[in-house]
């Protein structure tokens, strides 16, 4: 499991809808290489948190197929206000 932080440029707090836009937005933008099984998307104080279960041999792997997968969505991600976040592994 990797989790990242998708963080509000406007410094609010995320919403229930922009969770499940994000999760969904993130399922359209994986591919099988992403070898992703489930994602989490929530609601957070400061954005949205994400939890995304990965197919990999080590961790380090599966957070390289997470990143991957999150920039691929960058820019939709930033449509909704929303960045990734410094602490994201």
Known sequence: MVQAHLLSAAGSAGT???AHLI???LWAY???DHAVEH???RAVPH???LAL???AETEAVAADRAHGLLSNAEAPIGRLGYVVGPNSD
């Open 30 to 32: 994986a591919h099988a």
């Open 39 to 41: 994602i989490r998307a």
């Open 16 to 18: 229930h809808t922009d």
């Open 53 to 55: 279960f990965v197919r």
């Open 47 to 49: 954005g949205v948190s």
């Open 23 to 25: 999760q969904d937005l």
